[in-house]
T-cell receptor
Framework: AQSVTQPDIHITVSEGASLELRCNYS??????LFWYVQSPGQGLQLLLK??????LVQGIKGFEAEFKRSQSSFNLRKPSVHWSDAAEYFC????????????FGDGTTLTVKP | GAVVSQHPSWVICKSGTSVKIECRSL??????MFWYRQFPKKSLMLMAT?????????EQGVEKDKFLINHASLTLSTLTVTSAHPEDSSFYIC???????????FGSGTRLTVV
């Protein structure tokens, strides 16, 4: 069975500082990995995805993530955080290309200090 | 492209009544849609897979008679919470698979409060 672990429940960073959100997965085959962002009371928005190829993927809003098979990780990064980045972030592993049926991590809440 | 519209965004209902939530794919046809439930400060839990023209597939532990799913067209799936109780209060989110988009499009969610 597939699973996703986001070790950090809550992270606080200062505006302008760099950010890294951790994600570890367990999946029997080549994983399809996703990062989503959710603002309070809103649905999910896809930040980026990895299916194959270059292990460093670029997403929207200046985010990137690196797939490391040896570490079973797919950490999300951003060089300089903006106050508007404060939200809930979810890592997910999808069942092949059928990403709608995905297993989600428990999420990481990002707080941005002024 | 690949926009999913979910309605209503929030609803308050009395215990014992039923509530219908709609999920529409606006610019693509969705043969498959998914319904998730999200508890506060918790991850998303897949409830069921909605298939156009056939019965939905429910995840283990989800009451199919309580959460009725209808996917009558390629652009619309509905989730009806029947005889709602306060414990059904939650945030419900749908997602739809768009060809070429690997099915990652989510609706904006519906906040259901049962009083």
């Amino acid at each position: 069975a597939q699973s996703v672990t986001q070790p950090d429940i809550h992270i606080t960073v200062s505006e302008g500082a760099s950010l890294e959100l951790r994600c570890n997965y367990s999946y029997g085959a080549t994983p399809y990995l996703f990062w989503y962002v959710q603002s309070p009371g809103q649905g999910l928005q896809l930040l980026l995805k990895y299916f194959s190829g270059d292990t460093l993927v670029q997403g929207i809003k200046g985010f990137e993530a690196e797939f490391k098979r040896s570490q079973s990780s797919f950490n999300l990064r951003k060089p300089s955080v903006h106050w508007s980045d404060a939200a809930e972030y979810f890592c997910a592993v999808g069942a092949g290309t059928n990403a709608g049926k995905s297993t989600f991590g428990d999420g990481t809440t990002l707080t941005v200090k002024p | 492209g690949a926009v999913v519209s979910q309605h209503p965004s929030w609803v308050i209902c009395k215990s014992g009544t039923s509530v219908k939530i709609e999920c529409r794919s606006l610019d693509f046809q969705a043969t498959t849609m998914f319904w998730y439930r999200q508890f506060p400060k918790k991850s998303l839990m897949l409830m069921a897979t909605s298939n156009e023209g056939s019965k939905a597939t429910y995840e283990q532990g989800v009451e199919k008679d309580k959460f009725l799913i209808n996917h009558a067209s390629l652009t619309l799936s509905t989730l009806t919470v029947t005889s709602a109780h306060p414990e059904d209060s939650s945030f419900y989110i749908c997602s739809a698979r768009a060809e070429g988009h690997y099915g990652y499009t989510f609706g904006s969610g519906t906040r259901l409060t049962v009083v």
